[in-house]
């Protein structure tokens, strides 16, 4: 079938088809059409869950991770500010083992007060042990949001995920999906079965306190669980693929890239307009290529360490931490230092949601190619 | 089963959430000959570290008592005197 409609919209009909069993979540602009869809899809019966509308964000993160120690699959959804009042049991979530999935719509955090793509909220909560995708189409939307359940309940990963899209350039933009019979999603995931749950009958304790000896081994293997996230995400993409047709790439979309001089490094909708930049350069006769990011944590270090060989990176960033720089020019510069000498230029632009469009996205690889860039520019000020 | 992936659970047993009375600052100390079975320790610890015997003999829980000093209080016979840990007699 194919469903054109909304990001928004769409992200709510992968988690109905995903069947979660219980969904706690706040509206928050421009995430609040996932609440009120998947609401619909309750109250319609056509999605048999359980649903509470709770008081804050910080509530819907909880009693989803309430829920989810109880065995269930879990949804919730949120952005920006919601997203920052979840930071505290985002981490509980994460450290509890938990497979919870949640939708993040990138959007500025205030002030001055901004309801357009940015994501520095979601490059904020970097540290709390989520797995971050981040979409470029609303068919990608849909395809991770499944994906992303597959890839959290497995029983060596069991780490929740963050599937992140662009306020309004994603959220509320219509886009042809094809979406998959429900039979065929349920052939590729199949109920949720928890390793562990509390329960009346077999009782268990958990958030335990847990004594120094003992911390350190909990952190590490989180940090070994994303290391199998990094090999298990291609497998699941190329099985997708097989089975649904479409495909978004593994780690890392990679287009153009294989005689490429210049490589546009971006995240989200942006990758899809730097994707339009590369034609157009190439049929200039610059060897460009994109290399857009869909996982950022963990980070895909050993892809950008493969690319890297004789080309120059032009990352552009739709967000900033303030003190260092755009967070995926960071990430990159960190994962290639010692491995490669690539010279990586970083962009900081379109925050705030300001528009940023393919033709300035040649100009940044024109500057660069001159060797008129600096390390690091803000792009598109207002002077 | 066994489990693929560390997260902190347990199952109930002594002891699983910590040793709680290793926060103790003062330890109650019963003089049995002084008790008169009246089991207002027993009613009143907050944490459940005073244990009755068939008898309503009473003894103290070490292991989890974190020394509120409430028992002390309550006794109407002064039979629980509160010691400084560590500090020997």
Known sequence: MIMIDTGDRIAAKAAQMARPEFIAAYPITPQTVIVEKTADYVESGELDAEYIRVESEHSAMTAVIGAAVTGVRTFTATSSHGLALMHEMLHWAAYSR???????????????????????????????????????????????????????????????????????????????????????????????????????????????????????????????????????????????????????????????????????????????????????????????????????????????????????????????????????????????????????????????????TFGEMCEMVRKVADGRAADVEWWGLEE | MKMQVKAVISRPADGVMGKTGAWRDFRPELDSSKCIKCLLCWIFCPDGCIKRADDDSVSIDYVYCKGCGICANECPKQAITMKREGMGE
């Open chain 1, 98 to 356: 938990l497979p919870i999935v949640m939708v993040n719509v990138n959007r500025a955090l205030g002030p001055g007060w901004n309801i357009w793509a940015d994501q520095s909220d979601s490059l904020a909560q970097r540290d709390t042990g989520w797995v971050q995708f981040y979409c470029a189409s609303c068919q990608e939307i849909f395809d991770t949001i499944i994906q992303a359940y597959r890839l959290a309940e497995m029983e060596d990963v069991q780490v929740p995920v963050m599937v992140n899209f662009d306020a309004f350039v994603l959220s509320h933009t219509s886009m042809p999906v094809e979406v998959p019979d429900q039979s065929d999603i349920d052939a590729f995931l199949p109920p949720y079965r928890a390793l562990w749950k509390i329960d009346p009958d077999d009782p268990i304790t958990c958030f335990n306190m847990l004594p120094q000896s003992e911390f350190g081994a909990l952190r590490k293997d989180l940090h070994d669980a994303h290391g199998r996230v990094k090999e298990l995400i291609p497998g699941i993409a190329s099985e997708w693929k097989e089975r649904f047709g479409s495909y978004h790439g593994g780690l890392v979309e990679e287009y153009l890239c294989e005689d490429a001089e210049y490589i546009i490094v971006a995240m989200g909708a942006l990758g899809a307009e730097a994707r339009v930049a590369v034609e157009e350069l190439r049929r200039e006769g610059m060897k460009a290529g994109l290399a857009r990011v869909r996982l950022f944590r963990p980070f895909p270090n050993e892809v950008f360490r493969r690319l890297a060989r004789n080309r120059t990176f032009i990352v552009v960033d739709r967000n900033v931490s303030i003190g260092s720089g755009g967070g995926v020019y960071s990430e990159l510069k960190s994962g290639l230092y010692g491995f490669a000498n690539a010279p990586v230029h970083g962009f900081i632009a379109g925050l705030g949601g300001k528009d940023l």
